[in-house]
C-alpha cells in the first residue's frame, strides 16, 4: 500500500470497533450494530464532506 484513502480508514475503523466489542468470532452483526452498515457510513462522511479542506487534511494526517 503506498497511500491510504477512505477505504482503508473506514477498514480500521471497523476493525477498532470489533475490536473493542465482546464477540469472539467475526461476524457481519453485533447484536444490533452493523459493521458493513458503519463502514459505510464512515465511507460516505470522508467522502461527501462538504469541507474539502477538512478531507484533505485527513488523508494527509495518515499519509505523512
Do not use: P, T
Not at 482503508?8 to 459493521?35: M, P
Amino acid at each position: 500500500m503506498e497511500k491510504v484513502v477512505a477505504m482503508h480508514i473506514a477498514y480500521a475503523a471497523v476493525l477498532a470497533q470489533f475490536g473493542i466489542s465482546s464477540q469472539l468470532h467475526w461476524s457481519e452483526k453485533d447484536g444490533r450494530f452493523s459493521y458493513c452498515k458503519f463502514y459505510y457510513i464512515i465511507m460516505d462522511i470522508i467522502d461527501e464532506y462538504k469541507d474539502i479542506k477538512w478531507k484533505e487534511d485527513l488523508l494527509k494526517h495518515y499519509n505523512m
